[in-house]
Each structure stands twice: as C-alpha cells, then as structure tokens.
C-alpha cells in the first residue's frame, strides 16, 4: 500500500464509505431520469441490458477510479499525476482527473437548478397545490415555475448554500455526518413510497412493465443508452469516486465495495420505477412522457389519491435527498483542490466554490426563463442546442464524461503498474484477471462506441464498415 495519507481524512469505516459513494452514484438520474428512459425504451428489455452494463463496464470504471483516488490520496488530477510519475509515465495523463473535476462542476451549476426545482416541489405538494389538478393545471404551473428566474436563483441558492455548508464542515463533521443520515432515510422513503404506489396503483402492470423483457420494443440505440446510462448513473469520470476513494482506508477490499455500491445504485433505480409507475399506469398517464414525468404527469396522479398531499410531499423529499447527496460528492473534488494546491482553508473554498456554482447556475436559470439573451442557434452534428443548459448538459454528457471515462481506462489498464492495481484492488486472482481485461480491452471499445453514438457519428462509421446502422 502507499504511504501518503489524505490532508483531508479517511471515512471511518467501509459502510462508511459505501454510504457516502451510493450517495454520489444515486442522485436525479436515478429517480427522475431513469424511470422515463426506461419507459421509453421498452421497460425490462432496457432494464436487462442496464443491469448487464452496469456488471461489465460500471463497476471496472469505478474499481478503476476508486483505486487511484486512493493510491493518489489527492484530488483528482494530482492523484492521476502522482500515479503517472510513479508509472514513469508522461504527466499529461493528469488529464483524466482535470477533466472529471471540470465536468462536474459544469454539471453542478445545472444541476443545482433542477435540484431546486425539486425542493420547491415538495413546498408546492405540502400545502395541495395539486389537488384534483389536471394535465393543463400542471403543466401550466411548471411552465409559470420555470419561468420566474428570481424563483429558480432562490431555490438553487438554497440547494448550494445547504451544499457548501456540509463540505465546509469536512469529511467526518460534514460528508460522512450527512450521508449517515440521508442515504438510510432515502431507502426507507423510497421503499415506503413503492408500497405506497403498489398498493393504490397497478402494481402488476407496472411490475410487468419493468420487469418483463420484450426485445422487440429495444433498438440499437435503445441498447447504446442503456450502456451510457450506466455508466453516467455511477457518477463515473465526474471525479467523484476519485476523490471520495482517496478518503477509502487502505485496509478495505475495493472490489467488495464497488459491488454493494453498485447494487445499491441499481437497487434505487428500480425501486423508483416501482415508486412511479404503478401510479403512472393506475391514472392512465404515458410512460414515455420523458422529464416532466415527475414534475408535471405524477402531480396528477398524487393530486387524485388518497393521502396524495402528504406521499407526493414525501417523494419529493426523497428527490431533495438524492439531489443533496450527489451535490455534495460533485463540489468535493474543487474544494480539496482548492485546499490543496491554492493555500485556502475548507470554508473558505467551499464558499467560494458555491458561490461561483450560483452565479454559473444563473446562465441555466435564464434559459429555462427563455431570457432572449440566453437563447441561441447550433447544430452540432444534427443535435440542436438552443440555450446554454443545452449546451453545457451536451458538452458533459455527450463529450467531457465519455472522453474522461475512456482516458481513466486506458491509464488505469495501460499505464498503472499491474503490482500496484493489483495491490490496490485486493480481489482474488481471477476477480483481478477479469477486471484487467475489462478495463483494457471491452470498457473503452464499448465507451468508444456510446461515445459515437451520443455525438451522431455511429451510424456513419457503420455504414462505412457495411452495416445498416443503429436506427
């Protein structure tokens, strides 16, 4: 094991840890992207092939990150040096850890936005706003909601002064405190809101849907965004298991943890599905609504049950849950490195780090308000972005994760001495021999190829090999 220690502190234990990783795995993408996705492509079929990816590819990348966050014991692009230097390798590899750091805190400043959209919903809820609401009355409100920008500044500072408030108190005080109390809390809601919808939904219909594979509903593409939507679902190449496994004690199995983060991660996806649709299905709503199934189709439903008021209240709470744990795990990994490289002391980096998310956030709350200064024209390979929130949600997902996830497999199975990742991962022989040949062969072919996809040169690169396409 190596002999540096994290200026910051180590988790206190391995539950500790998984904890505090199942957090920054599960956020929005879980309970608000996956159910909607899943619904659109197919339901169990989708479901198969996501369980399938998050097994082959998921948990390599994030062995990979977890490993050398904690061989590296800094934030993540000194981590990756520090291994490359050790390696003899060319610095420049630092580059798999710069670009997870730029990414989430592009991906923050919006995030925080949708988050906040969240919170406010659980005040909306509380007091009846949806009661006997129809289709038109809650849409209406989600329009009006997302075009008062005063509103959606207020709600995302809120969101991010919380957020700088558990980071600036540090890893024990602040991080571990905080998921101790909000991952068990969001399982317990999250299952109470599933017997909830199971009981006053079609709990059968909905457990078909989900779980019953029908080939014949998923397309290549289909198969493609259940691979990407694996590995954005982890967290994977945004530096948050990078940096929380700096925090991991050497005497923890790597291996054994990624597999209960993992499973916990795809536990909550599906339980979100069981949460909404038997409601979905029960008021005759469209399972392919897309994002505003949360925001605008499940007020309908809890606005006609028994008690809606009070379990709509609680699953948007859940959603606030799950949002916090994930802000907090993506503001990380610029605060350590302000602490480290920049002199400044944790309160002061991560209120200057929070306060800089609010004012970039800004350009995301003008352009859900349709401010005219922040709208635009682009088309980049046939994806047409008209503001700025699609723009940065574009530059993330579709280029900044993907490229930083391909780099940190490429360095950790070509460059990372085979003694060291050995060393590190603490699996038996064959987990190790599986891991390596994932991580340097079948991971980055397969990020290659979600990577094309997501930017619309897949189907010409196949037909210039004599296939038909991914249509």
Known sequence: MSSRQSMHGLWSSRLAFILAATGAAVGLGNIWKFPYIMGQNGGGAFVLVYLLCILLIGIPVMMSEVMIGRRGRQSPGLSVKTLAIEAGASTRWQIAGWSGLVASYFILSFYAVIAGWALSYTFKTAKGMFTGA???????A????TADPIGLMTWSAVVLAVTVFVVGKGVHRGLEKAVNYLMPTLFVLLIVMAIYAGVNGAFYQALDFIFTPDFSKLSVNGILLALGHAFFSLSL???AMMIYGAYLPDNISIGKTTLWIALADTSVALLAGMAIYPLVFEYGLQPTE??????????IAFGGMPFGAFFGTVFFIMLVFAAFTSTIAMIESTV???VESKGFSRWQAAIGSGLSLWLLGLLTVFSFSKAPWASFSLDIMGKKITNYFEAVDYLTSAIMLPLGGLVIALFAGWVVKKQISKQELQTPALSYALWRFSIRWFTPVAIVIVFFNLIGLLD???????FSGAK
Request: glycine share 14%; proline share 9%; net charge neutral.
């Open 290 to 299: 897309g994002p505003g199934l949360i925001f605008v189709t499940l007020p």
């Open 460 to 466: 010409p690169v196949l037909a210039f090999f004599g």
């Open 142 to 145: 989600f329009s009006q909601f």
């Open 237 to 239: 190449a945004s530096g």
């Open 134 to 140: 129809t289709a038109a009355q809650t849409g209406s």
């Open 336 to 338: 350590a490195w302000l």
